[in-house]
């Protein structure tokens, strides 16, 4: 049985660790931003289609980890060129079906306190 509290303790981790607002979030997966409003509200529970959808967006989502909170998270580590070319991937989709905003720059942030901005894309 799905636990829902924890599930969206869950979903906010995912959120936080790749710095999205639920709106962007809903717009990556592709559901209604209202959807998530009332997900993390506790208003509904999550669909099967869902959570196929979170999976299949975010590489680093262990499913076991996402329904259960078995396994680990982030499931696979990447390198900072892997994550970037992911990033610009999936900013230029949202910024495609947008229109109303443009990337102007990326700053990535890491555990020792460095940083590397890319604005040339």
Known sequence: MLDTTSFLSRLKTILAHNELSSAAFADLIQ???SSISHLLNGRNKPSLEF????DQAF???????????TGTFPKIKTNPTTELSDAKDAIK????????KSLERIIMFYTDGTFKTYSEF
């Not at 959570?51 to 979170?54: F, M, N, Q, R, Y």
């Open 93 to 100: 989709k949202v910024t495609n079906e947008k229109k109303e």
């Open 59 to 69: 590489a680093e989502v262990d499913l076991q980890w996402l329904l259960y909170g």
């Open 31 to 33: 559901v209604q931003r």
């Open 51 to 54: 959570i196929i959808k979170v």
